[in-house]
């Protein structure tokens, strides 16, 4: 949000919980100890499709909010831990990244210098995943439904997958 904020000279107010930093659009000047946290918003399969039906889309996504007595449109709370579950997660470290995606029981980690990647439960390289891990962890240890699979828990067993 920073990024986008400063790129459209708009100013963010100091009641947004950001970061503040904003990253930077070309290689200059990127700071490469720095960890870039991504995740994807809520799926929605009306949009995986070859042609996009814009009924089915807002049908699909209405579908998940209800509207209060004060008019606001708020996610139905019996599907909001779901949804939070299905997000991917990662983080860009250097030249890694650790995925985290929400139907595939190991985490993946990629080298993106080389474009090859690995799950980590067989990975025999030098990544500093547990680094990434802890972080992405921590990160994300807010969100409800978040890590169900406890793979945050590799962190506290060290080199151990």
Same mark, same amino acid.
């Given at each position: 949000?920073?990024?986008?904020?400063?790129?459209?000279?708009?100013?963010?107010?100091?009641?947004?919980?950001?970061?503040?930093?904003?990253?930077?659009?070309?290689?200059?000047?990127?700071?490469?100890?720095?960890?870039?946290?991504?995740?994807?918003?809520?799926?929605?399969?009306?949009?995986? &499709?070859?042609? *996009?039906?814009?009924?089915?889309?807002?049908?699909?996504?209405?579908?998940?909010?209800?509207?209060?007595?004060?008019? @606001?449109?708020?996610?139905?709370?019996? *599907?909001?831990?779901? @949804? *939070?579950?299905?997000?991917?997660?990662?983080?860009?470290?250097? &030249? !890694?990244?650790?995925?985290? @995606?929400?139907?595939?029981?190991?985490?993946? *980690?990629?080298?993106?210098?080389?474009?090859? !990647?690995?799950?980590?439960?067989?990975?025999?390289?030098?990544?500093? !995943?547990?680094?990434?891990?802890?972080?992405?962890?921590?990160?994300?240890?807010?969100?409800?439904?978040?890590?169900? @699979?406890?793979?945050?828990?590799?962190?506290?067993?060290?080199?151990?997958?």
């Amino acid at each position: 949000m920073p990024t986008l904020f400063n790129e459209l000279e708009l100013e963010l107010s100091n009641d947004e919980n950001f970061d503040r930093q904003i990253l930077p659009l070309t290689n200059e000047s990127v700071d490469i100890n720095r960890m870039v946290f991504v995740e994807t918003s809520r799926p929605v399969k009306s949009i995986n &499709t070859s042609f *996009i039906d814009e009924q089915k889309v807002l049908s699909e996504t209405a579908a998940t909010y209800e509207i209060r007595e004060n008019g @606001l449109a708020v996610m139905k709370p019996d *599907i909001y831990s779901s @949804l *939070i579950a299905k997000k991917q997660r990662a983080v860009y470290f250097k &030249t !890694w990244q650790l995925v985290m @995606l929400p139907n595939y029981d190991d985490l993946v *980690i990629v080298d993106t210098s080389n474009k090859h !990647w690995h799950n980590l439960s067989n990975y025999q390289g030098d990544a500093p !995943w547990q680094k990434m891990l802890s972080s992405l962890c921590e990160h994300n240890r807010g969100d409800f439904g978040f890590d169900p @699979l406890e793979k945050c828990n590799l962190v506290n067993l060290g080199t151990e997958k």
